[in-house]
Each structure stands twice: as structure tokens, then as C-alpha cells.
T-cell receptor, first 108, second 114 residues
Framework: GIQVEQSPPDLILQEGANSTLRCNFS?????LQWFHQNPWGQLINLFY???GTKQNGRLSATTVATERYSLLYISSSQTTDSGVYFC??????????FGKGTMLLVSP | DTEVTQTPKHLVMGMTNKKSLKCEQH?????MYWYKQKAKKPPELMFV???????INESVPSRFSPECPNSSLLNLHLHALQPEDSALYLC?????????????FGNGTRLTVT
């Protein structure tokens, strides 16, 4: 099945800083999603982005399907951005495969 | 993303108990999923229902029994669980099981087996 690798595994930021999270995948994808899991366990759908670029407030994402990677940008980070960010991808008729996540801590 | 509702939020049960987790969505989605998530790990797929029929069972032990009474409801019946089954159980739904169907997750049930 498809392999999904995320980097970095951990990230610590000062409030107000910008960051880029990366997701590499091993096969062509027909579904790619970014999720944020907050400290209470809620898994929130950030972007559905198998290709192209999308923006939602301070967050944006770009997937370059031909080069098999996706990036999640967080600008002007806030403490509420803390948590784990998961990338999940699907290839062909397989089920969605999750990466191991990037744990982000934003300190005041 | 709170359009998928899970109850209860927390559950503590003994190894001889029988309990059920419930999940409900009113987005008209036709696919529903159960995931299990251990601490510091990504979610792991357990079951997929498509149009109220079980389409995927990821070799889950029989002490976990899913049920889909209708297209809006998904249950997970628990019996004779082990302490290692303690985890966050997440329900999700999607418009279909096709490739262009993004998943939407509920807030989860945190299960502790004593």
C-alpha cells in the first residue's frame, strides 16, 4: 500500500511564528487530507487537497501530486494551533493511510 | 467538524461488561467508519460500512461487533474487552467510499477497560 511520511515529527514555535509541515507519499493519490488533532482528541478536517492549493484563514495547503508531496503552511501561529497534524492519503481503491503526524507546540 | 456525533464521550468498563458506542451523522453520507487510536499513534481503521453494508473489516477481534441500523447511525458493540483495548475510538463518515470522498470525524469516545 501507499506509504505516507510526515516531517518534522515534532515542532516547537513561539506564538506569531510561521511554519511549514511536509507530507511525502509513495504513490499517485486520488485523496489527500490534512487533519488537526487538538489536545482533547478532536480530529478536525483542515483540507481535502489531492492537488492544487487551498487557503483557509491563516492556514494554507499545497499538493504537488506529480512530485508526491503536500505542504501545510501555518502563519502567525497561535497557542490554539497546538496539537498533532496528520496527513492522510489514498491511492487507487485502497483505504486512507495516515502518516505518523507532526506534533506542534506553540508557546506564548 | 462536529457534524458527526459520538456518545458517550468517556466510557469506563470492566472486562466482563457489555457496552455500546454510538455514532450519528445527518449529512446524508453513505459511508461510515470506525477507527481506533492509541496514544501518540495515528488512527487505525477497524470497519467500513457502505450503504449500510459492512464492506471492510480490518481483521478486528470478534469482541468488537459493528452494526449499522440505518444510513445515519453506526454502533460498535463491545464485549469481553481487554485492558489493551483502551483507546480513543473515532467514528467518521464520507459521502461515499469513492476516492473523492473526504472523511469527517466525530469527537471520539475515550474508552478505558479495567
Amino acid at each position: 500500500g501507499i506509504q505516507v511520511e510526515q516531517s518534522p515529527p515534532d515542532l516547537i514555535l513561539q506564538e506569531g511564528a510561521n511554519s511549514t509541515l511536509r507530507c511525502n507519499f509513495s504513490d499517485s493519490v486520488n485523496n489527500l487530507q490534512w487533519f488537526h488533532q487538538n489536545p482533547w482528541g478532536q480530529l478536525i478536517n483542515l483540507f481535502y487537497i489531492p492537488s492544487g492549493t487551498k487557503q483557509n484563514g491563516r492556514l494554507s495547503a499545497t499538493t504537488v501530486a506529480t512530485e508526491r508531496y503536500s505542504l501545510l503552511y501555518i502563519s502567525s501561529s497561535q497557542t490554539t494551533d497546538s496539537g498533532v497534524y496528520f496527513c492522510a492519503a489514498r491511492s487507487g481503491y485502497s483505504t486512507l493511510t495516515f502518516g505518523k503526524g507532526t506534533m506542534l507546540l506553540v508557546s506564548p | 467538524d462536529t457534524e458527526v456525533t459520538q456518545t458517550p464521550k468517556h466510557l469506563v468498563m470492566g472486562m466482563t461488561n457489555k457496552k455500546s458506542l454510538k455514532c450519528e451523522q445527518h449529512m446524508g453520507h453513505r459511508a461510515m467508519y470506525w477507527y481506533k487510536q492509541k496514544a501518540k499513534k495515528p488512527p487505525e481503521l477497524m470497519f467500513v460500512y457502505s450503504y449500510e453494508k459492512l464492506s471492510i473489516n480490518e481483521s478486528v477481534p470478534s469482541r468488537f461487533s459493528p452494526e449499522c441500523p440505518n444510513s445515519s447511525l453506526l454502533n460498535l458493540h463491545l464485549h469481553a474487552l481487554q485492558p489493551e483495548d483502551s483507546a480513543l475510538y473515532l467514528c467518521a463518515s464520507s459521502p461515499g467510499v469513492g476516492y473523492n470522498s473526504p472523511l469527517h470525524f466525530g469527537n471520539g469516545t475515550r474508552l478505558t477497560v479495567t
